[in-house]
Nanobody
Framework: VQLQASGGGLVQAGGSLRLSCAASGRAFSTYAVGWFRQAPGKEREFVAAISLNGDSTYNADSVKGRFTISRDNAKNMVYLQMNSLKPEDTAVYYC?????????????????????WGQGTLVTVSS
């Protein structure tokens, strides 16, 4: 599976952005997909993940109520809708995929345990 993240950009605090993660390869519906982010000088952290068929999601506390993850298996796409953005959301955002994992497990796995990573997309939130 190859992943490509897009949709980042510059936005003012309080604004919104939607990130996209496009997947190529077979059996996309057998992969849970997650979003992670890495701010300058900080470790990469979990943001949100979604189950194989999209019926279950898991979000980090820092984004609950503001970010929504969704997927469209027919299009091999996963999205991260980000609302009420804050300057502390500024980071490079990455998507990752894990075969037959749950969203919750993606949130606690070590970063090196994930099956596939996409390249990042930069989100900058100005105050």
């Amino acid at each position: 599976v190859q992943l490509q993240a897009s949709g980042g950009g510059l936005v003012q605090a309080g604004g919104s952005l939607r990130l996209s993660c496009a997947a190529s390869g077979r059996a996309f519906s057998t992969y849970a997909v997650g979003w992670f982010r890495q701010a300058p000088g900080k470790e990469r952290e979990f943001v949100a993940a979604i189950s194989l068929n999209g019926d279950s999601t898991y979000n980090a506390d820092s984004v609950k109520g503001r970010f929504t993850i969704s997927r469209d298996n027919a299009k091999n796409m996963v999205y991260l809708q980000m609302n009420s953005l804050k300057p502390e959301d500024t980071a490079v955002y990455y998507c990752a995929a894990d075969r037959f994992k749950t969203p919750q497990s993606m949130g606690v796995m070590g970063l090196r345990m994930h099956d596939y990573w996409g390249q990042g997309t930069l989100v900058t939130v100005s105050s």
